[in-house]
């Protein structure tokens, strides 16, 4: 292992050169939203075709890495390598693009959770699991129960076995919701409400879950849980807004966390300032729409992650993001796409090397 | 056609209409006062926009007493707790 990391040390350096010729492979600094004012009229949104991002996360994605971060002023960047061997070791963090939607696949050495399903007009999810040969997943945490977050559901369960789904308890008037349900029946899968201060251990993942206390009146409140794998820490909110993040800065439990998906697809109600400094994230991942109607992710939130040291990854920009976690706590990061960092405003932090490298 | 109102998101409304396969992102002031998530209503759409929309007070209770007898038939078919190995 340490072979290998020295050799991929020597391989980072040959390949700077490349990163400044071949374009810009790297999070995004301050990235500006799409402004469209989502308040005006009656419109129809059409992003349901069944469009198909997936096609696999590695062979060919570009990749940066980072190993050992003390901090973000010593972050070490290298670009290329195939960054999920087989029989891998490692927790690989799969944020799949699903367009203005959530979708995470976590996989540890033995076993697999998704943490919710795309949207009910899509089928990005489902494929995307198939495509990466996913036969069974262990544990389906549904945040909440937004038709853009429980939307392929049902169809995960008939075709991939699962073995649990976890639920807050809320329930839905939607069809969505219902077909979801019926599949959870007619397969005999499990049914369990975590509540705060669960811990569970799945494979080699350790479950921590921040929220809720109880069946949550907010729709956009839900399940919150911190992923442990070693020394390396993946956190998830759902949607939930600052009452539910400061009700869990209020807990016991650790929310720190080296990779931070970023709440409500990076909307200004959530990532409050207080939360996302006590998660202190090293990288951060939103997921959402290229163009969507409703101003995701928020250059607040955006602009508060750079601050903080993080490096901001989102799906509109870098398509599926995955990320490779050790338990030493070596942490890669393979986008499906390069991401041109040449139209975003220049607010480099001064420490990022990469970015540095990346501006014209 | 019928739909309902997924989720209303700062001043946005979802207003998903599943039997067609439709979508509708509108602003939640221009929907009937009274019109909040999990509501069913009726909709004439022109398009691709909703022209009217009118709150159906039956279809929304009947769906919502289904709702939660669905989640009722969760909690009943399921043992209590998690298969899954609790540490704390």
């Known amino acids: 292992m340490r072979e290998e990391q020295l050799k991929r040390g020597v391989f980072v350096v040959a390949l700077v050169g490349l990163?400044?010729?071949?374009?810009?492979?790297?999070?995004?600094?301050?990235?500006?939203?799409?402004?469209?004012?989502?308040?005006?009229?009656?419109?129809?949104?059409?992003?349901?075709?069944?469009?198909?991002?997936?096609?696999?996360?590695?062979?060919?994605?570009?990749?940066?890495?980072?190993?050992?971060?003390?901090?973000?002023?010593?972050?070490?960047?290298?670009?290329?390598?195939?960054?999920?061997?087989?029989?891998?070791?490692?927790?690989?963090?799969?944020?799949?693009?699903?367009?203005?939607?959530?979708?995470?696949?976590?996989?540890?050495?033995?076993?697999?959770?998704l943490i919710d399903t795309g949207d009910w007009q899509g089928d990005e999810a489902i494929s995307y699991l198939e495509s990466e040969g996913i036969e069974e997943i262990d544990l389906m945490i549904l945040t909440h129960l937004d038709a853009d977050h429980i939307g392929q559901a049902d169809r995960i369960i008939d075709e991939l076995g699962v073995e649990e789904v976890w639920m807050s308890g809320q329930s839905r008037s939607t069809n969505t919701f219902g077909r979801l349900v019926d599949a959870v029946l007619e397969n005999d899968v499990g049914y369990y409400e975590p509540r705060t201060g669960d811990v569970f251990s799945v494979g080699d993942m350790r479950i921590e879950v921040l929220h809720p206390d109880g069946v949550p009146s907010d729709t956009n409140d839900g399940i919150a849980t911190r992923i442990v794998f070693g020394e390396s820490e993946v956190l998830f909110t759902g949607d939930a807004?600052?009452?539910?993040?400061?009700?869990?800065?209020?807990?016991?439990?650790?929310?720190?966390?080296?990779?931070?998906?970023?709440?409500?697809?990076?909307?200004?109600?959530?990532?409050?300032?207080?939360?996302?400094?006590?998660?202190?994230?090293?990288?951060?991942?939103?997921?959402?729409?290229?163009?969507?109607?409703?101003?995701?992710?928020?250059?607040?939130?955006?602009?508060?992650?750079?601050?903080?040291?993080?490096?901001?990854?989102?799906?509109?920009?870098?398509?599926?993001?995955?990320?490779?976690?050790?338990p030493e706590e070596d942490i890669s990061v393979s986008t499906e796409r390069d991401a041109s960092l040449v139209d975003s405003p220049p607010t480099l932090l001064p420490g990022n090397t990469l970015r540095r490298i990346a501006a014209p | 056609m019928k739909g309902v109102i997924d989720?209303?998101?700062?001043?946005?409304?979802?207003?998903?209409?599943?039997?067609?396969?439709?979508?509708?992102?509108?602003?939640?002031?221009?929907?009937?006062?009274?019109?909040?998530?999990?509501?069913?209503?009726?909709?004439?759409?022109?398009?691709?926009?909703?022209?009217?929309?009118?709150?159906?007070?039956?279809?929304?209770?009947?769906?919502?007493?289904?709702?939660?007898?669905?989640?009722?038939?969760?909690?009943?078919?399921?043992?209590?707790g998690s298969v899954h190995d609790r540490v704390e």
């Open chain 1, 19 to 113: 990163v400044l010729v071949a374009g810009c492979v790297g999070p995004l600094a301050g990235e500006s939203p799409d402004s469209s004012d989502p308040g005006t009229g009656i419109s129809e949104d059409d992003n349901g075709d069944d469009e198909y991002y997936g096609g696999g996360s590695q062979g060919g994605a570009p990749s940066v890495s980072l190993s050992d971060v003390p901090g973000p002023d010593d972050t070490v960047y290298s670009s290329g390598g195939n960054s999920t061997p087989e029989g891998s070791e490692s927790l690989n963090v799969h944020f799949i693009d699903v367009g203005q939607s959530d979708s995470t696949l976590i996989q540890g050495p033995e076993s697999n959770i």
């Open chain 2, 7 to 80: 989720r209303i998101e700062n001043g946005t409304a979802v207003v998903l209409a599943e039997k067609h396969g439709r979508e509708f992102v509108v602003d939640a002031e221009s929907l009937p006062e009274d019109a909040e998530e999990g509501v069913w209503l009726d909709l004439e759409v022109k398009g691709d926009k909703i022209v009217s929309a009118e709150v159906n007070k039956k279809e929304t209770e009947r769906r919502r007493d289904t709702a939660s007898r669905n989640v009722g038939e969760l909690k009943n078919a399921s043992d209590e």
């Open chain 1, 241 to 326: 807004g600052e009452s539910a993040e400061s009700d869990m800065l209020q807990t016991e439990m650790d929310v720190e966390s080296d990779i931070y998906q970023v709440g409500h697809h990076g909307s200004s109600t959530s990532s409050m300032e207080e939360f996302v400094k006590s998660v202190n994230p090293d990288i951060a991942v939103y997921s959402a729409g290229e163009d969507n109607q409703y101003g995701h992710p928020d250059d607040v939130v955006i602009n508060r992650l750079n601050d903080i040291g993080a490096d901001v990854y989102g799906t509109p920009v870098h398509g599926t993001v995955v990320i490779e976690a050790t």
